[in-house]
């Protein structure tokens, strides 16, 4: 049974950082594909950054480059979104999703509900000075 986990969301202003939290039993971070995704309200998910654990092949979306990013302690079995430069639109809920297949980073980003089969609860992320 895999069971992950969010934690660390809240308020941030805009420019500031947050980093999330993905704690993960049941199934290896550093197998299949993991990524993480955000649901703004009315809107379908979508994928803020994929990888793939067989190549390292790894999907940012276009809106995040440059500003977030996936930190990982296999120990601790956790991955982490570090999120920089934080803007008023990064505002959603986010989640970490697992899939044990590989397969291309940006497929997984790109069809979450298809790509990814394990999910968390969400975290919501409101930006906002």
């Known amino acids: 049974h895999v069971q992950l986990v969010e934690s660390g969301g809240g308020l941030v202003q805009p420019g500031g950082s947050l980093r999330l939290s993905c704690t993960s039993s049941?199934?290896?971070?550093?197998?299949?594909?993991i990524g993480w995704f955000r649901q703004f309200p009315g809107n379908q998910r979508e994928g803020v950054i994929c990888?793939?654990?067989?190549?390292?092949?790894?999907y940012y979306a276009e809106s995040v480059k440059g500003r977030f990013t996936i930190v990982r302690d296999s120990a601790k079995n956790m991955m982490y979104l570090q999120m920089n430069d934080v803007k008023v639109e990064d505002t959603a809920v986010y989640y970490c999703?697992?899939?044990?297949?590989?397969?291309?980073?940006?497929?997984?980003?790109?069809?979450?509900?298809?790509?990814?089969?394990?999910w968390g609860e969400g975290t919501l992320v409101t930006v906002s000075s």
């Open positions: 990888i793939n654990n067989n190549d390292g092949d790894t």
């Open positions: 999703a697992t899939a044990p297949a590989y397969g291309p980073a940006q497929y997984h980003c790109t069809y979450p509900r298809l790509a990814m089969e394990n």
């Open positions: 049941g199934f290896s971070l550093d197998s299949g594909a």
